[in-house]
């Protein structure tokens, strides 16, 4: 179906479901109880989860196949952020011609930089992408003020030309971005006894576009450039004596890759019109490689489920607070209480780098196929267990 | 332009391009020996900074007592601080010792970071060998996150003032001394120290290698582990031994840095990219190739930072390092002293 073998269908039918019923999936403890707090479906987080998702996807289609690491993704993050907040300052309020520019403009980026980076691989194709990354972010920082607002970031303002709609700016405040007058901040909230399940525009579009993104992305796995792309990384070197050059398949690999984070960037402006600087630092270049390490390098879903997964954590674990961790702890004898609550704080909270530093290296040490990896090796081993029986 | 602001940026150039080289140089260590990329190597330097702070709090651990005698603005009487160790030696030798915590804190650095060195080694950048680069640059970027971190818990966010001893405060005209007007070329004493410093160190570590048997053993181990190994060596050990080395280096950098540059917990992560350009710059698995890289970036980082400079070319003080690393890269891929069969695939 969709021109995809039986089992990608099911994979794509999966994430489909899933990012569907996201809002009520999040949910699933009542408003009010003990562990509300572990819910995550508010429009905020479950934006970021999916535009997340589809920067690690994009990411992990030059990782993953090729094996080249770039730790300068998070540049064409940033391009594509500022093209975006630019089309919605000077064109429309509307998301689409933003969400497509930002692809582009990344795109074209993509190709500059990659054209250069790729005449070296290896490690030094990394430094070379994170050469590249920390230049634009010195760059957007401080001399490319009038483009990229400085230090305090690019917004859409009043007095925006904004030249298709200008005379949607008349109400006073600055117009939220919107897809066809439907506002991208836009909810409905649906009370099912106690639970609160809130549905939201943009959480949708950005689920959308990830699922095309998502299915662009089997279709290349599973495509005759994807197998050369997987040849690129198994053994470049017979690549080029069976008399194919690497070079333009890889160059292309790349700037797929860097156009999904420019659509990443594209679809974060659309939801909140504020692009920074720091969006481009090689810590949020780190970030995404973090993502497609945790759920599984090279897999379909697992950049998917990695980028979900951290950024939960980042939102739940920095929420936990020592009043919280005593509430939890209440029922156990006050030395033992005092002695959880010690223990647990310094990972949550503000110490909520450590346990992703901590989480990190466990599973590079111990699941070197990420998540996804991990369960699939489980599944054999039960599997095969099963077969002897 | 004149000579005498030449001068001045060279200068200023150096006690940077110290530190650049003197991580770049344990950078290149681990990397020659051991074949990993080490990207907790500024986590290292960062922690060097902090034992330089750990000792000066702990110098300045003091009694307290009540002076009956003076109230302080609330009423209760005032609270007179005196540190342990000026009760212990008196107070002009305490305050010596307070004074000169940081060229204290090298002794109290080296044991510190050669342990860190080899529990890191053998606990886990061992287990890494087999394993290919990007594993290694991902564990290790693991790692220093968490080191990052645990140090940021301890001590907070914000940057800790260590300073340099009362004898080094000031500058000292080094223009006067080839013949400059004086007042034209001032370079504080600190970072003259830590330039002889560095170059003191750097000196230590190529003799190491290059007069002792230990060193030809290390030597002969980045040429051909195997060959070694079947010499009936045990070249393990020693890689070990040059890991916590190239800790302690990391380490000294950081103690020596603080009067330049008050600590804080990300400050290893803002000289480690840079020191990853210095080495690929340098040349991969070159140790002056490392050395030097980092000086020439140093000077040429401050001169970029010249105002005329910047007139002249808004923001490439900036962005002049990561220049310098892409032209060089495509012009010459090996870096400067590269040599052939490094790290080439």
Request: glycine share 12%; proline share 4%.
């Amino acid at each position: 179906m969709l021109g995809l073998s039986r089992r990608d269908f099911l994979t794509l039918l999966f994430v489909l479901v899933l990012v569907a019923a996201a809002p009520i999936l999040m949910n699933p403890f009542p408003e009010g109880s003990k562990f509300a707090q572990f819910n995550a479906g508010y429009p905020d987080l479950m934006q970021r989860f999916v535009i997340f998702g589809i920067f690690a996807v994009g990411f992990n289609i030059l990782f993953g196949l090729t094996g080249y690491l770039s730790f300068g993704h998070a540049a064409f993050l940033g391009a594509g952020s500022y093209a975006g907040v630019w089309m919605l300052k000077l064109l429309t309020i509307n998301v689409i011609p933003a969400i497509v520019v930002s692809t582009l403009v990344a795109g074209v980026f993509a190709l500059i930089i990659g054209f250069i980076s790729l005449r070296r691989s290896g490690i030094y194709f990394s430094i070379l992408t994170l050469a590249f990354a920390q230049m634009s972010f010195a760059l957007a920082a401080s001399v490319l003020t009038p483009i990229t607002g400085g230090e305090t970031g690019l917004q859409t303002a009043l007095n925006d030309p904004r030249i298709l709609d200008g005379a949607a700016s008349g109400t006073g405040n600055i117009p939220a971005p919107a897809l066809f007058g439907l506002e991208m901040g836009h909810s409905w909230q649906v009370k099912m006894g106690d639970w609160l399940w809130t549905f939201n525009v943009g959480y949708y579009l950005s689920a959308l576009v990830l699922l095309v993104a998502f299915y662009i992305s089997i279709r290349i796995f599973r495509s005759p450039f994807g197998m050369m792309l997987k040849a690129v990384k198994s053994n470049n070197q017979r690549l080029s004596y069976t008399g194919i050059s690497p070079r333009p398949y890889t160059l292309a690999a790349f700037v797929i890759s860097g156009m999904y984070a420019g659509l990443a960037g594209g679809l974060m402006v659309s939801m909140d019109p504020l692009a920074g600087a720091e969006r481009m630092q090689w810590t949020a270049s780190g970030e995404v490689v973090l993502m497609t390490i945790l759920g599984g390098v090279g897999t379909l879903i697992g950049p998917v489920l990695g980028a979900g997964l951290i950024k939960y954590f980042e939102n739940i674990f920095s929420k936990i607070n020592d009043n919280l961790l005593h509430q939890w702890f209440a029922f156990m004898p006050d030395g033992l209480e005092d002695f959880m609550v010690t223990i647990i704080h310094p990972f949550v909270g503000k110490g909520w780098h450590l346990t992703l530093g901590l989480m990190f290296m466990l599973v590079v040490i111990f699941l070197p196929g990420g998540l996804i990896g991990g369960l699939s090796s489980l599944y054999n081993r039960v599997f095969r267990r099963s077969k002897a029986h | 332009m004149e000579l005498s602001a030449l001068l001045l940026q060279v200068l200023n150039g150096l006690d940077k391009g110290s530190a650049y080289a003197l991580i770049a140089l344990g950078l290149t260590l681990i990397f020659g020996t051991l074949g990993v990329v080490n990207f907790a190597h500024g986590a290292l330097f960062m922690i060097g900074a902090f034992c330089a702070v750990t000792l000066q709090k702990l110098l300045t651990l003091s009694i307290i007592t009540l002076d009956e005698t003076k109230t302080d603005f609330l009423g209760n009487p005032q609270k007179i601080r005196t540190p342990y160790v000026e009760e212990w030696f008196g107070t002009a030798a305490g305050q010596a010792i307070i004074d000169w915590a940081v060229p204290l804190a090298i002794l109290f650095a080296i044991p510190i970071m050669l342990i860190i060195g080899f529990i890191m080694e053998r606990g886990l950048i061992k287990h890494f060998y087999k394993r290919p680069h990007a594993d290694q640059i991902l564990v290790t970027f693991g790692l220093a996150i968490v080191l990052q971190e645990i140090i940021k818990a301890y001590f907070g966010a914000n940057q800790i003032p260590v300073p340099a001893p009362e004898a080094f405060i000031g500058s000292f005209d080094f223009g006067q001394l080839v013949g400059f007007d004086p007042g034209q070329v001032m370079y504080p004493y600190w970072r003259i120290v830590y330039f002889l410093f560095a170059m003191l160190i750097i000196a230590l570590v190529f003799a190491f290698l290059q007069f002792t048997t230990f060193g030809m053993v290390v030597r002969a181990g980045m040429a051909d582990r195997e060959t070694v190994g079947l010499l009936g060596i045990n070249i393990d050990k020693r890689f070990t031994i040059m890991f916590g080395i190239a800790a302690a280096v990391a380490g000294l950098a950081g103690v020596m840095y603080t009067p330049i540059n008050p600590p804080n917990y990300h400050m290893g992560m803002d000289f480690l990219v840079i020191s990853f350009v210095v080495v690929v710059v340098g040349g991969m698995g070159s140790l002056g190739g490392a050395v030097l890289a980092g000086f020439i970036l140093g000077i040429l980082e401050s001169f970029a930072s010249m105002r005329e400079v910047i007139e002249f070319i808004p923001g490439i003080n900036q962005v002049v390092i990561y220049l310098a690393a892409i032209v060089i890269l495509l012009a010459r891929p090996r870096g400067l002293l590269g040599r052939k069969g490094v790290m080439e695939s």
